[in-house]
């Protein structure tokens, strides 16, 4: 029987005040219910009766996603499109002891299961859930058994129907769940809606709609305190609330606060305040549920895009959910990573392509500063894959939108709601009863925020979303080219571009010469002839399919249109499947700016350099040829005026980029040595990049992106693994087959190397360097000490370094 603990959730669900099980009076419990599962991938229709023997099943941890760690095989039915994993039916059951329970609801929330899951309680079904997105709970209380007495609960996930998506989904219960306690009357789920209608320096309103639960099937008189707090957890604001009459299930309180000179969130500074609501009865709590509050205002104008008044560049990129060699299952520091390494690139919007994301990943974008685009669908009615989403549509899609609004509208980083991504109706007239009516719910739940859909077509007559002028932002994917006729095609109105490039690049890989054009396929009609051999794209930035465009082309476009207010770049990462333009072996995308495992290919530069203030000089490609062949030099500069290159200590000229321009570029015949530019400001040099001709692999080199981890058995240290000469140059080749080892409260959660066609499974303690890199993630265990992690590879010196968990 697992041992309840006393801690706190802070999460937008809420967050408990005290032990469950304490004394009357005691408000909320949010209990991490993670631990302790048992696992079988299989059918078993018995499974789901508390009764049956699962001695034999599994022992995990959430989130888990058995997807991930299945073998890659073109005849899985998910298809390279989906991934090349294997999908199936999985069984998870999990024992667990209550102490008394009266006068109290229990709750299970799930903050995500793919897809198709039915949850038992004690052999009782709870209910279904088909999208596998979706956050939902059940009240278990009146099945519970009584105190002392085991409860076992019983879920059934179904991702068997495939292919259902266009890109990698994950099997299992992905996401994290826990396990509610509250008094009888409490705070709704997901039951406060958090606003700031009005704002000066002076002071902002806060606006508070509390929807309180009365399970006690009786009237009740209770008082509503809210406080909010400012970061350091003092009291700014109070109002109470006082003589709120419950007459039935549930009801509505609204109050508005004062807070004196508001200290705003926005993307450089992301100041958070918390609401603290508490539900009295006299002076006794019942309930206690926080919130988080960001004060700020969105605006979107014909002229852009406006944060507190102040114009900004929406600078973003679309991201799918998987986390590399993790799979889907959650993880929050290696999302933070993520946003870590987007940021320092310049990006200050994440749109969540194309689902309602894991709730952690809005806790990071409200606390680090980044704005979300948080979409909903894919499909509506018509279909893209047999067993996608259609199928459920119709019945499900009012009440997945509603739980997606009011589980993310209290979130400051949440500036625009999607309400689906190249939907088909907007080719037919069920498009126009659609979108007004998607529009209409989320309007209902929140007026506060705008509301777009990522469109396709650009012909007004054409385009049955657009067409009925409900969206309050019109979204265009691709067709870059097209930009400045968007004014005059759609008068007056405000325009986003919520997809550009797609260009297609192998991190370390460059193809001669750099500026010949590679449209991979040329058409919707062809197939790919004139790929390369070993399944890569250049990092040049010079493929990309018929319908995108290459990162220096699709970003121009946007800084040349003043009226859009800004882009999301397809894609920040790689993610696992939709390998185009490759067939079979390539299961993952070729998509992103920083590739599989966290390595930014050199198209991150090009964005760090038009994205941020500081000053870049970045290099490319490696300086390892043929002798006398001819190399396109490439620099990507920012805060200069120019950028001279120097072969071996021989200057080979200075350039300049010309208005339009995002790169400069010489053609050298290349010679061993030395590759060298510097960058230049007034004459004054600003900075300096080099790259050396390297020698035969010799040794290796382990550089951890975090040395100091929290013992809780989830944190994470990302290893980069380098391939180095005896010179210590990165070999831009190599290959080695490293094998890893660790000792200590720690272990390998996965490894990955970036290669979109590699067949090497992600849950494994070795894996072959790509282009001179591969990557460990080194995961901890609740018990903290030292962890020693070796890297070894046959013919070179291997290396050790120490984590420190506590």
């Known amino acids: ?442 309007k209902r739940l929140d007026p506060t925020r705008p509301v777009t859909s990522a469109l396709t077509e650009q012909e007004p007559d054409k385009n049955f979303i657009a067409k009925p002028s409900v969206l309050d932002v019109l979204s265009f994917n691709y067709k870059h080219a097209e930009y400045p006729k968007l004014p005059k095609r759609f008068p007056n109105q405000k325009f986003l571009a919520t997809e550009i490039a797609a260009a297609f690049e192998t991190r370390g890989h460059y193809d001669l010469p750099a500026d010949s054009l590679r449209i991979w396929p040329k058409d919707g009609k062809s197939k790919l002839t004139d790929g390369n051999a070993d399944f890569t794209a250049s990092s040049y930035d010079h493929a990309a399919p018929y319908w995108g465009a290459t990162h220096e082309a699709a970003w121009r476009a946007v800084k040349s249109s003043p009226f859009i207010s800004g882009a999301f770049v397809w894609s920040g990462f790689d993610y696992l499947g939709e390998p185009l333009p490759y067939p079979w072996p390539a299961r993952s995308s070729y998509f992103g700016v920083i590739d599989l495992a966290g390595f930014p290919k050199d198209a991150y530069y090009l964005y760090q350099s038009e994205w941020t203030t500081k000053p870049v000089l970045h290099l490319l490609p490696h300086w390892n040829w043929r002798p006398g062949q001819t190399v396109d030099v490439w620099a990507y500069y920012s805060q200069a005026d120019e950028v001279e290159l120097f072969l071996n200590g021989k200057s080979l000229g200075v350039k300049k980029k010309g208005a339009d321009d995002l790169h400069v570029q010489w053609r050298v015949p290349y010679a061993p040595g030395t590759l060298q530019a510097i960058s230049r400001k007034g004459g004054k040099t600003v900075l300096t990049s080099t790259v050396k001709t390297a020698g035969p692999a010799a040794k290796i080199e382990l550089v951890a992106d975090r040395r100091q981890l929290q013992a809780d058995g989830k944190d994470l240290s990302f290893i980069t693994v380098r391939v180095l000469d005896a010179a210590g140059n990165l070999v831009p080749d190599a290959a080695n087959l490293v094998q890893f080892s660790v000792s200590g409260p720690g272990f390998v959660a996965g490894v990955d190397n970036g290669y979109q066609a590699s067949m090497e499974p992600f849950k494994a303690d070795y894996r072959k360097a790509y282009n001179g890199l591969c990557l460990a993630m080194v995961q901890t265990r609740a018990q903290g000490g030292a962890i020693t992690v070796r890297a070894e590879a046959e013919g070179v010196a291997g290396a050790t370094i120490t984590l420190i968990s506590k």
Request: overall charge positive; glycine content about 8%; some cysteine.
């Open 1 to 442: 029987m697992p041992r309840l603990l006393p801690f706190l959730l802070l999460l937008l669900l809420g967050a408990p005040a005290a032990a469950f099980g304490a004394q009357p009076g005691t408000p909320r419990v949010v209990q991490d219910f993670d631990k302790g599962w048992k696992f079988y991938l299989g059918d078993e229709a018995s499974a789901k009766e508390a009764a049956f023997n699962d001695a034999a099943w599994r022992t995990l941890t959430l989130p888990h996603d058995w997807s991930i760690e299945g073998r890659f095989d073109e005849k899985n039915p998910a298809k390279p499109e989906g991934g090349g994993l294997p999908t199936g039916i999985g069984w998870y059951r999990k024992r667990f002891g209550l102490p008394a329970t009266a006068g109290r609801s229990v709750f299970i929330e799930f903050d995500g299961v793919y897809k198709r899951s039915e949850v038992w309680l004690n052999g009782h079904s709870l209910g279904q859930r088909p999208n596998g997105y979706s956050s939902f709970r059940y009240e278990l209380t009146r099945y519970l058994q009584p105190a002392g007495k085991p409860n076992v609960l019983a879920v059934r996930v179904d991702n068997s129907a495939q292919p259902d998506s266009r890109w990698y989904t994950g099997s299992g219960i992905y996401r994290h769940v826990r396990l509610v306690t509250t008094h009888q009357v409490a705070v709704a789920e997901w039951g406060t809606f958090v606003t700031t209608p009005a704002m000066s320096p002076q002071a902002a309103t806060v606006a508070v709609q509390t929807q309180l639960r009365n399970a006690t099937g009786k009237p009740r008189m209770v008082n509503l305190r809210t406080v909010v707090l400012d970061k350091t957890g003092r009291e700014v604001a109070r109002q109470l609330t006082a003589g709120v009459k419950l007459t039935g299930a549930e009801a509505t309180v609204s109050q508005k606060l004062t807070l004196k000179n508001p200290q705003l969130w926005s993307v450089a500074k992301p100041y958070l305040y918390r609401v603290k609501t508490t539900v009295l009865t006299g002076q006794t709590p019942e309930d206690a549920y926080e919130t988080p509050l960001g004060v700020r205002t969105v605006q979107f104008a014909p002229t852009g895009f406006l944060l507190n008044g102040q114009p900004l560049r929406i600078q973003g990129v679309c991201q799918h959910h998987d986390l590399g060699a993790l799979g889907a299952a959650v993880n929050t520091r290696a999302i933070e990573r993520q946003l870590e390494l987007l940021k320092a690139m310049g990006c200050n919007a994440i749109r969540t392509s194309h689902n309602p994301p894991a709730p952690e990943l809005l806790d990071l974008c409200d606390k680090m500063g980044f704005l979300v685009l948080d979409e909903a669908f894919d499909m509506w009615q018509k279909k893209k894959n047999s067993q996608d989403y259609h199928l459920d549509f119709k019945q499900w899609h009012q009440r997945d939108l509603e739980d997606q609004i009011r589980r993310d509208r209290n979130h400051p980083s949440v500036f625009l709601w999607s309400i689906g991504n190249e939907i088909r109706e907007q080719f037919d007239s069920t498009g126009v009863r659609l979108t007004k009516e998607l529009t209409a719910t989320v």
